[in-house]
C-alpha cells in the first residue's frame, strides 16, 4: 500500500489508501521512509492528519508476507529491514509538527503501532483497536511494546500484547489509548482541530 | 518477608508472611538470590503475590523502623536493596499478579505497585500511613510504569496519608478489579491463566521481555531491542506452523 500526501492548507493529510484494509506492508514502509526523509520534514504545515480510506485505519501487515519476509534470507538484512520500518515511524514522531492518527474501523497491527507514534489518536465509535500478532506467533516489531506501555501503564500493555485481544472506541478511551472519540462525520475535521490545538496556534510561514 | 515460594502447574506463589499482618523489619522483603533462582525457572509461566493470612502486607514494621531510622546511611543501603527488589519483580519476564486481602499498605502498597496486576478482595485497605517518614523505598521507579489515572491517584495517597478501600481504589486505577474477599487468589490466577495459556513460553517471554525490560532503556535503545526480539521470534517460529507449546 503506497500512501497518498495531500497538501492543501496548514494540515496535511497522509491517506493510507489500499482499502479496505490499507495495509501496512513493504511498499508502505518503503514509502514512508522516503516520506519522513525528504518530503514531510520540508513542509510549511503546523499539522500532518494520518486516515485511512474506507471504513478502517489500517488492518496491519500481511502476517503470511511478513513471515515469507522474515524467515527468507540473511538474519542481518531482514533485521537491517525491520530495523528501517521502526526508524520511519520514529522519523514520524520526530518530525517538527503534530501528526494526529484519526482512526476509524479496523487499526490493529502495526497500524496501530503507526497510529502510537503519532503524537494523539482521535477516533469513532465504531473503531477497533489491538495487537494480534501474538496470535501468529509474533510480536509487535515496530515500537508496539516500546510505545503503548508509555501509552497506557505496564499492564494494559501487557493484556493486550499477550492476549492479542481487540479493544473497542471506548475501552481505548477509558484507557487513554485515544484521546478523544468523536462521531464519523467528524473524524477529520476534529484531528486536524486536535493538530491545531496541538501545534499551539503555530502559523505557517 | 517473603516466605514461601512455590510453583503448581506454572503458577507460582510468592507468600508475604510474619505474624497475622505480615510487615517489614527491613526493606530487603526477600532474599534476592532465592527471588532471581525462582523468576529463572522454566517451568514458571506466572506468579502471585499474596499474603500468608488475611492481611497482603501492613507495611514497615514500626519498631525495625525506629531502629532503621537511627543509622541513615545503612538504611539508604537497604532501600536500595529494597528498590531493587520491586525492580525484579516489575522487570519478571512473566507476568506477576498481586492477590490483595486486608490490609496493603506503605510498603506493602509498593511491593503491589510493582506487580504488573492487582486483583483486591473487597475487604481490602490501602495507602501510605508512614508517609510523613519519609521512607517510600521504590515509589520512584515503579510509578511511571501505572497508567496515568493511576499515578495521579498515588499522589494523592502519599500527601494526604489517607487509608482507602477496595473500591476507592479501583475507582482510582490502583487496582484492576475487585472481587469477594474469598476469591482474589483465583481470580488471580484466572488472570494468569487469561494472559499464557495456550502460549508458547518462549512467546511470553519475547514480549514480556521487550514490554518490561524495555521500559528502563532510552526510546531508541528498547526500539532495536525490540526488532532484535521479534526477528529471533519470527525466525524461530519459521514454517508458519507456529512453535512448540
Known sequence: ???????????????????????????????????????????????????????????????????????????????????????ALSALEALPYPVVAAIDGCCLGSGLELALACRARIATRRALLGLPEVTFDLMPGCGGTVRLPACVGVGPALDLALTG??????????????????????LLPAARRMARFLSGGREVR | ????????????????GGGACPRLATPLFADPQALDDFLAREDLRGVVVVGAGRHFCGGADPEGLASALRDPEALGRDLDRGKALLERL?????PVVAAIRGQCLGAGLEIALACHFRIAGDGAMFGFPEAGLDVLPGLGGTVPDLPSL?????????????????????????????????????????????????RAPHLVRAIMTSITAGRRL????????????????ARRARGGGGSPA
Open chain 2, 90 to 94: 516489575a522487570s519478571a519476564s512473566v
Open chain 2, 150 to 198: 493511576a499515578r495521579r491517584s498515588l499522589v494523592d495517597l502519599v500527601v494526604s496519608a489517607r487509608l482507602i478501600g477496595a473500591d476507592e481504589a479501583l475507582a482510582m486505577g490502583l487496582v484492576d478489579a475487585v472481587v469477594d474477599s474469598g476469591d482474589v487468589e483465583a481470580a488471580a490466577q484466572a488472570r494468569l491463566r487469561a494472559l499464557v495459556d495456550g
Open chain 2, 1 to 16: 518477608m517473603i516466605i514461601a515460594f512455590d510453583i503448581q502447574e506454572g503458577i507460582g506463589r510468592l507468600v508475604l
Open chain 1, 165 to 186: 485481544r481487540f479493544v473497542d472506541a471506548d475501552e481505548a478511551h477509558r484507557m487513554g489509548l485515544v484521546d478523544a472519540l468523536v462521531s464519523a462525520g467528524d
Open chain 1, 1 to 87: 500500500m503506497t500512501p497518498t500526501l495531500h497538501v492543501d492548507g496548514p494540515i496535511a493529510t497522509l491517506v493510507l489508501d489500499a482499502p479496505p484494509g490499507n495495509p501496512t506492508d513493504r511498499a508502505f514502509f518503503s514509502a514512508l521512509t522516503a516520506l519522513t526523509r525528504d518530503t514531510l520534514p520540508a513542509l510549511d504545515v503546523v499539522g500532518l492528519v494520518i486516515h485511512g480510506r474506507g471504513r478502517h485505519f489500517s488492518s496491519g501487515a500481511d502476517v503470511e508476507e511478513l513471515r515469507a519476509r522474515v524467515t527468507s534470507g540473511p538474519a542481518d538484512a531482514v533485521h537491517r529491514e525491520l530495523g528501517a520500518h521502526a526508524a
Open chain 2, 218 to 233: 532510552p526510546r531508541d535503545e528498547a526500539l532495536r531491542r525490540e526488532t532484535a526480539l521479534f526477528v529471533q521470534l
